[in-house]
């Protein structure tokens, strides 16, 4: 664990744009536990992977001219494989991967998203014509489903702001009943669920029922950028829509995404890796519930949800001042557990919520 050097907190009680992508980091002569990042696995910071980047920038720099092709077609076998795709593409980033894929669909295409969705879908989204439904009303998403003739259902696997799964089952029967298109949001499950991370999509073996699939290398995986796999004429069609946008994707970020890859796939390393952390999970989580924390989180990505935002706000500040760094959105604070949180940070961060939260009247012990 390196200190870190930048100055954080330039104002008292001020929460901080951006710290450092370790589970921990040493600030001022003290210890800060950091749960703000989704590297669950502890990859991003992988000697192995880094080893990967600067073994390719040195061979052939930042932006070759050769052997791409050949990297290029090992990651998508590597990945067909993974994810039972026939064909897929490889984005810079979640925005523009988003922009090509629903550039497929007509004016007329209305497209559904959950209101927990990943909020860069939402972002590009927006200049569509969207229906928002809620998860837990299924009779609500099917009246609405009947309205239309041409649409499209984002199903997620973890919402990112509530942490738990979403029913998918129940969804995708829906959506085929109502001949939807089905795409799967991988963004926050890619790498996290299912059998060595393949997804949710794995995790409820619905592999003959999506249509499309989107996920990222940057969350869990330690990589750069997304994909989007599907049909071979459905990726042709985005192919044929955004151009030479995929070729900006450098080879050292695809060699790296290969590598994280790799890592997971190793059985033996990523079970014991999973064990520990979905066990870290479950007791963290078991354990606000006990001293009266509202969440519903199931999975690493912990969220407890508050009265309002300035209960939330004046939380999050006080858990900074207690040397516990957490993301904050309206009502709700997140927590992302790492592989690299030992149970005595998990209780250090525990105790601490014990403490502010009878100190704000929050919980009662």
């Known amino acids: ?6 100055h954080l907190f330039s104002e008292e009680g001020k929460i901080p744009e951006s710290v450092p ?4 980091f040493v600030y001022g002569n003290k210890r800060y536990l950091n749960f703000l990042h989704f590297d669950c696995l502890h990859l991003k910071n992988s000697e192995f992977l880094r080893e990967t980047a600067r073994t390719n920038i040195e061979a052939r720099g930042i932006v070759p001219t050769d052997a791409r092709a050949e990297i290029m077609a090992n990651l998508q076998d590597f990945m067909l494989e993974v994810k039972r795709l026939e064909s897929l593409l490889f984005f810079p980033d979640e925005i523009s991967m988003t922009f090509a894929l629903i550039s497929i669909f007509g004016p007329r ?8 969705t990943s909020p860069s879908l939402m ?5 569509r014509h969207i229906e928002y439904y809620d998860f837990h009303d299924i009779d609500q998403l099917e009246k609405r489903l009947d309205a239309y003739s041409e649409k499209v259902m984002f199903i997620d696997g973890i919402y990112e702001w509530l942490g738990n799964i979403a029913p998918v089952n129940n969804l995708v029967k829906l959506a085929k009943e109502k001949e939807c298109i089905i795409i799967a949001n991988e963004l926050n499950s890619f790498g996290l669920l299912g059998r060595e991370g393949r997804g949710f999509v794995d995790l409820c073996n619905a592999y003959e029922d999506i249509n499309i699939d989107i996920g990222s290398f940057s969350r869990y995986l330690g990589g750069f950028g997304c994909y989007v796999g599907a049909k071979k004429y459905l990726i042709n069609k985005i192919r044929e829509n955004v151009g030479h946008i995929t070729d900006f994707v450098p080879q050292f970020m695809l060699a790296v995404n290969l590598a994280g890859l790799e890592i997971i796939k190793d059985r033996t390393k990523s079970k014991e890796v999973y064990n520990k952390l979905w066990k870290n999970s479950r007791y963290f989580i078991t354990n606000l519930k006990q001293m009266g924390f509202e969440t519903v989180s199931e999975t690493p990505l912990v969220v407890v949800s508050f009265s309002n935002n ?56």
Do not use: W
Not at 1 to 6: A, I, R, T, Y
Not at 21 to 24: K, R
Not at 109 to 116: C, H, K, Q, R
Not at 320 to 343: A, G, N, P, T, Y
């Open 1 to 6: 664990m390196k200190p870190f050097q930048v």
């Open 21 to 24: 992508p370790e589970p921990s």
């Open 109 to 116: 295409t209305t497209f559904f998203i959950d209101y927990e």
């Open 123 to 127: 972002n590009v989204l927006q200049y």
């Open 310 to 365: 300035e209960e939330a706000g004046e939380f999050t500040r006080r858990l900074i001042d207690e040397q516990v760094i957490v993301s904050q959105k309206k009502e709700r604070i997140r927590l992302c557990l790492s592989v690299e949180h030992s149970k005595e940070d998990l209780d250090f961060c525990l105790h601490k919520f014990e403490v502010i939260g009878n100190a704000l009247g929050i919980v009662k012990t």
